[in-house]
């Protein structure tokens, strides 16, 4: 599967961006999802989505005083309003020439660069890469819920590497996370509950 | 502080010492129009006539003329209505500023399409008029706000032909505000007669298509039906004085028809302006007020049609069931919802103009045009203001 193209840059710096794109688009990203910003000369830049905001303004909060709100009503608010939804998204990774780095990129992404949510080809060529040396920019960021991030991030990849016959890749994506957190028990305790969560929920 | 508020603070004084004996007066003058709108409520053709004698002494005469409906009648909400397109158009602009470095006006007219009920996801068209150079000249001297206004109202009422085109079955074209165009008003220039010629031509074929068109007017502040009622007590020497006649003066139609029950309209009143010789027949100017509230605090709009709306039950039901249906989207603050989302469509803010201002300079600077200057008033307005330490 391609990937799919899901908004443009907002705002950006090395360490993360935040995207917007119609609310339409809801039912692509995810928390978790793995975005690339696919720049020129064959260079990539990839984020892991952390928050998701939708934003309101003046009509919005009058319109929800009403009982009943007819589906046009919400399908014009929605689609046809400027009111773009915004994903907060921390930098994991960079791709030149078709090699990954789980490295903070050289230089961030500009305003309006297209934002892609990545196909399970990239999502398994980007975490494969390496030895996850990419999670460590999700637990340098003390105030995400990084035990909800890496539930979500493991989950979709996960699927993704069992599709392609790699079942073996959450558990090494397990340990590596018990490796990095071993000095911090609460955040450890935190992030292989909400993982055993996931293993519940599936 | 630039406001001399000692002097603001004396006079609020004085205002606030005659307030009470000031709202009596206009309470009874209220209650007088109370009485005058029953006495004449069933006496259309004895108003008609008087209307004719009344624009014998002052062609620029504004008022309501009454149809066959009585002058206190009221239709409440309609069913619901059959499936219809909705459309309206709203339209801003951008003045020339010969106080700017660069002379050019800007109308953007807004379009939204929306079919309610079918969950369909509106459309929206927007349509951007940008003039610079010999077009900014309307004979000799540069064009005014007014005639960019003009052009506006023309644009928008252009746009929306051109948009129903796209679209079969009945369609629902609204404009916010009067469905006359305004404008130029003083000596009824050239280009006024114009702009009027040009909207009849539009009117046509909107007539062609039986469009369901209406402006509405909210918050009115006319007293066209009450000027009816001044009329019909005017004496024939009041008459040739008509001008100056004004037994209910600060009485407007809002009051008159605040009792109007939640979602009922007035009765359809004919409009009788100076415009009236070009608004005739099928395009004669009509009108009705709305109490738009779903609750006991009225909230009144005026809604102009054209004749082919007012004499027709179906299309006159259809708009009237439509626009409550609008307004009621709106909750609290009852508005048509498809008008206030065209006026969010064509506003030109401040960030979008100084946007255009960046593009035009550019263009202009690539060509090896010289720019001009901000003027040295502006450039001194334009200074920013202290700020708190």
Same mark, same amino acid.
């Given at each position: 599967m391609?990937?799919i193209?899901i908004?443009?840059m907002?705002?950006?710096?090395?360490?993360?961006f935040?995207?917007?794109?119609?609310v339409s688009?809801?039912s692509?990203?995810s928390?978790?999802a793995?975005?690339s910003?696919?720049?020129?000369d064959d260079?990539?830049i990839?984020g892991i989505i952390?928050?998701i905001n939708?934003?309101d303004d003046?009509?919005?909060?009058q319109l929800v005083?009403?009982?009943?709100i007819s589906?046009?009503v919400?399908?014009?608010?929605?689609e046809?309003?400027?009111?773009?939804?915004?994903?907060?998204v921390?930098t994991v990774?960079?791709e030149k020439n078709?090699?990954v780095?789980h490295l903070l990129?050289?230089?961030?992404?500009?305003s309006?660069d297209?934002?892609?949510?990545c196909?399970?080809e990239?999502?398994?060529?980007?975490?494969?890469?390496g030895?996850?040396g990419?999670?460590?920019?999700i637990?340098r960021n003390?105030?995400?819920?990084?035990?909800e991030?890496f539930?979500?991030?493991?989950?979709?990849a996960?699927?993704?590497?069992?599709?392609?016959?790699?079942?073996?890749?959450w558990?090494?994506?397990?340990?590596?996370?018990?490796?990095?957190l071993?000095d911090?028990?609460?955040?450890l305790?935190e992030?292989?509950?909400?993982l055993?969560?996931?293993?519940?929920?599936? | 502080?630039s406001?001399?508020?000692?002097q603001?603070?004396?006079k609020?004084?004085s205002?606030?010492?005659t307030?009470?004996?000031?709202?009596?007066?206009l309470?009874?003058r209220?209650?007088?129009?109370?009485k005058?709108w029953?006495?004449?409520?069933?006496?259309?053709?004895?108003l008609?006539?008087?209307?004719?004698?009344?624009?014998?002494?002052?062609?620029l005469l504004?008022?309501?003329?009454?149809?066959d409906?009585?002058l206190?009648?009221f239709n409440?909400?309609p069913?619901?209505?059959?499936s219809?397109t909705?459309i309206?158009?709203d339209g801003?602009?951008?003045n020339?500023d010969r106080?700017?470095?660069?002379l050019?006006?800007l109308?953007n007219i807004?379009l939204i399409?929306m079919?309610?009920?079918?969950?369909?996801t509106?459309?929206?068209?927007t349509f951007s008029?940008l003039k610079?150079?010999?077009e900014?000249?309307?004979?000799s001297?540069?064009i005014?706000?007014?005639?960019v206004?003009?052009?506006?109202d023309?644009?928008?009422?252009?746009?929306?032909l051109e948009?129903s085109?796209?679209?079969?079955?009945?369609i629902?074209?609204l404009?916010d505000?009067?469905?006359?165009v305004? *404008? =130029?008003?003083?000596g009824? $220039?050239?280009s /006024?007669?114009?702009?009027l010629?040009? +909207?009849?031509?539009? #009117?046509?074929?909107?007539f062609?298509?039986?469009?369901?068109l209406?402006g509405?007017?909210?918050k009115p502040g006319?007293?066209?039906?009450?000027r009816?009622?001044?009329?019909a007590?005017?004496?024939?020497?009041d008459?040739?004085?008509?001008?100056?006649?004004?037994?209910l003066?600060?009485?407007d139609?809002?009051?008159?028809?605040?009792t109007l029950?939640?979602?009922?309209?007035?009765?359809v009143? *004919? =409009?009788?302006s100076?415009? $009236?010789t070009y /608004?005739?027949g099928?395009?004669?100017? +009509?009108f009705f007020? #709305?109490?738009t509230?779903?609750?006991?605090h009225?909230n009144?709009v005026r809604v102009?049609?054209?004749a082919?709306v007012a004499?027709?039950?179906e299309k006159?039901?259809?708009?009237h069931?439509?626009?409550?249906?609008?307004?009621?989207?709106?909750?609290?603050?009852p508005?048509?919802?498809i008008?206030h989302?065209?006026?969010e469509v064509?506003v030109?803010?401040?960030?979008?103009?100084?946007y255009?201002?960046?593009?035009?300079?550019?263009?202009l600077?690539n060509?090896?045009v010289?720019?001009?200057?901000?003027?040295?008033k502006k450039s001194?307005?334009?200074l920013p203001?202290?700020s708190r330490?």
């Amino acid at each position: 599967m391609d990937s799919i193209k899901i908004g443009y840059m907002l705002r950006s710096g090395i360490t993360g961006f935040v995207a917007g794109c119609p609310v339409s688009q809801m039912s692509l990203p995810s928390l978790g999802a793995l975005l690339s910003v696919p720049l020129a000369d064959d260079y990539n830049i990839f984020g892991i989505i952390y928050d998701i905001n939708i934003a309101d303004d003046g009509l919005i909060k009058q319109l929800v005083t009403v009982d009943n709100i007819s589906a046009d009503v919400i399908r014009d608010n929605r689609e046809r309003r400027i009111i773009p939804m915004e994903m907060s998204v921390v930098t994991v990774g960079w791709e030149k020439n078709g090699i990954v780095s789980h490295l903070l990129p050289p230089k961030p992404p500009l305003s309006l660069d297209i934002i892609q949510l990545c196909s399970d080809e990239d999502l398994i060529r980007f975490t494969d890469a390496g030895n996850f040396g990419y999670f460590r920019h999700i637990l340098r960021n003390k105030d995400l819920p990084i035990g909800e991030i890496f539930a979500a991030h493991i989950q979709q990849a996960r699927r993704a590497h069992m599709l392609n016959g790699n079942p073996a890749w959450w558990e090494k994506a397990t340990r590596e996370l018990i490796t990095l957190l071993r000095d911090d028990y609460s955040t450890l305790m935190e992030v292989l509950s909400t993982l055993g969560d996931t293993e519940t929920g599936e | 502080m630039s406001v001399s508020f000692q002097q603001v603070l004396n006079k609020i004084q004085s205002i606030t010492s005659t307030i009470k004996e000031d709202q009596e007066k206009l309470n009874l003058r209220r209650q007088f129009a109370v009485k005058l709108w029953k006495k004449h409520a069933d006496e259309c053709d004895f108003l008609i006539r008087k209307v004719e004698a009344a624009k014998e002494n002052d062609p620029l005469l504004r008022c309501a003329i009454p149809t066959d409906e009585h002058l206190d009648h009221f239709n409440l909400l309609p069913p619901v209505i059959a499936s219809c397109t909705l459309i309206a158009a709203d339209g801003s602009q951008v003045n020339p500023d010969r106080h700017s470095a660069i002379l050019y006006s800007l109308v953007n007219i807004g379009l939204i399409v929306m079919k309610p009920g079918t969950g369909e996801t509106s459309k929206i068209y927007t349509f951007s008029d940008l003039k610079h150079g010999e077009e900014l000249y309307a004979d000799s001297s540069l064009i005014s706000a007014d005639l960019v206004s003009l052009q506006r109202d023309l644009a928008e009422r252009h746009k929306l032909l051109e948009v129903s085109n796209e679209y079969q079955g009945t369609i629902l074209a609204l404009t916010d505000g009067p469905l006359e165009v305004w *404008g =130029l008003r003083q000596g009824f $220039s050239e280009s /006024y007669r114009r702009a009027l010629e040009t +909207h009849i031509k539009v #009117l046509d074929e909107m007539f062609k298509k039986e469009m369901v068109l209406a402006g509405v007017v909210d918050k009115p502040g006319a007293n066209l039906v009450v000027r009816l009622l001044e009329i019909a007590e005017a004496q024939e020497d009041d008459l040739k004085n008509i001008k100056s006649y004004s037994l209910l003066r600060r009485v407007d139609d809002r009051w008159l028809f605040r009792t109007l029950p939640p979602g009922a309209r007035s009765a359809v009143f *004919g =409009l009788q302006s100076s415009a $009236s010789t070009y /608004y005739k027949g099928t395009h004669a100017l +009509h009108f009705f007020y #709305l109490n738009t509230s779903a609750d006991d605090h009225p909230n009144i709009v005026r809604v102009e049609i054209p004749a082919w709306v007012a004499s027709d039950k179906e299309k006159l039901n259809m708009l009237h069931a439509s626009l409550i249906e609008q307004c009621r989207i709106m909750g609290i603050k009852p508005y048509p919802y498809i008008l206030h989302r065209a006026h969010e469509v064509a506003v030109v803010t401040y960030e979008d103009k100084v946007y255009v201002e960046q593009l035009l300079s550019h263009e202009l600077l690539n060509a090896q045009v010289e720019l001009g200057e901000i003027s040295s008033k502006k450039s001194a307005k334009d200074l920013p203001g202290r700020s708190r330490p």
